[in-house]
């Protein structure tokens, strides 16, 4: 293992504690599997107009998008193809996170930018380590801390983040623009990095390190 | 168990408000998320409550925080549906008008048949920060709340004009004490407030 790689390794494995987790985060050849996958996502005219997904394994200390793992969902979910925790024999390698893609339904659309509610309900549910998601343009990632981050919580709770949006949409004033609207999701997202513990990083796509833009408070 | 990465209700309100844009000729703009940050940590307005005070109150029964900009509450159950109805306490609002005011829907005793209490905070010609409480619709004498702040006053039934002139508030925690005594015997309700006046703009 190359030993500027053990970063990653360790923040995919959980182990990572709140203070170490840096403010940027070297993705190394991770990246490459990330942008070959995105490629294939946001490229590929048959492709387009549904979401993708991906388990994240960890294998010789080395992170991997499998052939196998890749899924296609519909315009608006994907399902993962592994189960949180499986530790039958025939499923040797460890599922450690998940990458998926929001599409846009049209070429003029704007990306949408950040995790959805239901993304960060089913990331704490399947005890993710990593989760990824990609608008096409932007790369946003949840890393999980040892000391941080909840194993489980209600989803209940955590499905108000539509509320949370939605009030923090009126804050900002009755004529919504694109700036506010992108201000409403990132304080959303905030309010759910403070809640599940989760650190929030954000790339462009084919970067090959993140950068830490919110801690959980 | 969640089965999949569920963009549906997401998908849907960034839609809509998008497409009302369109009609109104707002040109859209992605706007990068590092800017978004940078922006949000200079923000004076999302300064409070902070993480640690959302996830402590995850603890408590009822907790409440407020500044001289925002007011926010939270009840164990639903924490997040509650500290959303944080209200904006405006700078520049003319003196002695109510700074902000928010109906919360708290856990009261049900036994107590108040179905929402009304938190108002005035600034005064000095300068002092004043609470004041209410219960809307309800007759004061009837309902018959106590409510003590800090153990420096109290006062019966919530009648505003009674309560702006009670002791203001200082910077620091102090208990909001509530005590139901119309009913017997008399529920209590004890609300943590961190209180922090800050400096106007």
């Not at chain 2, 040109?27 to 590092?34: F, I, K, S």
């Not at chain 2, 603890?59 to 924490?79: I, K, Q, Y």
Request: aromatic share 8%.
């Amino acid at each position: 293992m190359p030993p500027d790689n053990q970063l990653l390794i360790r923040l995919s494995t959980g182990s990572l504690r709140y203070s170490e987790l840096p403010d940027w985060l070297p993705l190394h050849n991770f990246s490459t599997a990330l942008e070959a996958f995105f490629a294939c996502a946001f490229v590929n005219p048959d492709l387009t107009g549904r979401e993708h997904g991906c388990c994240i394994i960890s294998r010789d200390n080395y992170l991997l998008l499998p052939r196998q793992h890749k899924v296609q969902g519909d315009e608006r979910q994907v399902t993962p193809t592994c189960e949180p925790n499986n530790t039958s024999p025939e499923h040797i390698e460890t599922y450690v996170g998940y990458v998926h893609t929001h599409v846009c339904k049209t070429t003029e659309d704007l990306p949408h930018p950040g995790f959805s509610g239901q993304d960060f309900c089913k990331s704490i549910d399947d005890g993710l380590n990593l989760s990824v998601v990609c608008n096409g343009q932007d790369i946003f990632m949840l890393a999980r801390s040892s000391d941080r981050t909840m194993q489980r919580v209600d989803s209940k709770i955590l499905g108000n983040w539509m509320f949370i949006f939605r009030r923090h949409l009126s804050r900002l004033g009755k004529k919504p623009n694109d700036e506010l609207l992108s201000l409403s999701i990132w304080e959303a997202n905030r309010l759910m990095c403070d809640l599940t513990g989760y650190t929030l990083y954000f790339g462009p796509r084919g970067t090959d390190r993140l950068k830490c833009v919110y801690r959980p408070q | 168990m969640i089965n999949a990465y569920d963009d549906s209700e997401f998908l849907d309100m960034i839609d809509a408000i998008r497409s009302h844009m369109r009609k109104q000729g707002i040109v859209e703009r992605y706007v990068p998320w590092d800017e978004l940050a940078e922006r949000s940590r200079q923000a004076r307005w999302i300064t409070a409550p902070t993480g640690t005070g959302l996830l402590r109150s995850l603890a408590e029964p009822l907790s409440v925080f407020f500044n001289a900009t925002r007011m926010f509450c939270f009840s164990g159950p639903e924490p997040l549906a509650l500290a959303a109805r944080g209200v904006p306490l405006a700078g520049g609002t003319p003196l002695g008008e109510p700074l902000g005011a928010e109906i919360m829907h708290w856990e009261l005793p049900a036994e107590a048949n108040i179905p929402a209490i009304k938190l108002s905070l005035y600034r005064k010609e000095n300068g002092q920060i004043i609470l004041s409480c209410e219960v809307p619709g309800m007759e004061a004498q009837r309902v018959g709340v106590d409510i003590s702040v800090g153990g420096a006053w109290s006062l019966r039934g919530g009648n505003l004009d009674t309560i702006a002139g009670g002791t203001p508030l200082t910077d620091g925690p102090c208990l909001l004490k509530l005590t139901f005594n119309h009913i017997s015997p008399p529920p209590v309700r004890e609300i943590p407030l961190n209180i922090s006046v800050e400096p106007e703009d």
